[in-house]
Structure formats: structure tokens, C-alpha cells
């Protein structure tokens, strides 16, 4: 028999728990908006494509970085 994964666990009224936060929105950026990614230091955004992805210059490269944007702060 499988365990049950938290995500798809309901939560129950009569539970002392409390039920896990809903997700928060994907941040949103603009064009020449100052970034910092965890693993390719400082860049800019130069680009937004309409499918939740924004390209940014971290100056030796360019990376398109897709939502939910874990790694990705606006400075």
C-alpha cells in the first residue's frame, strides 16, 4: 500500500492543526528590473515572455528563468 503524499491530504474541521497556507502568486517583473539567482549572482531582466518566464543578463550569460521563480529576488 502506498502512503498518502501531504499535497493531495485534505484537511479535516475537526483537526487540531491548522491547514497549510494556499501558495502565493508568482512574483511579478518588469524590464530592467534588478535581480539576484542563487546559483548565476546578479542580473537584469531584458525580457518577459508571455508564458510566466523572463529572460535576464547576469552579464557572462543569459538565462531564461521560468516561473514559480524560486531562485529568482527582486533587489
Partial sequence: MKPASAGSRRHLPTS?????????PPEEFVL????SHDQYGLGVVVEIAPD???LVDFRTRREWIRAPYTK???L
Fill in 16 to 24: 487540531p492543526f491548522k491547514p497549510a497556507p494556499p501558495p502565493s
Fill in 32 to 35: 530592467d528590473d534588478q535581480v
Fill in 72 to 74: 529568482l529576488y527582486k
Fill in 52 to 54: 510566466a518566464a523572463v
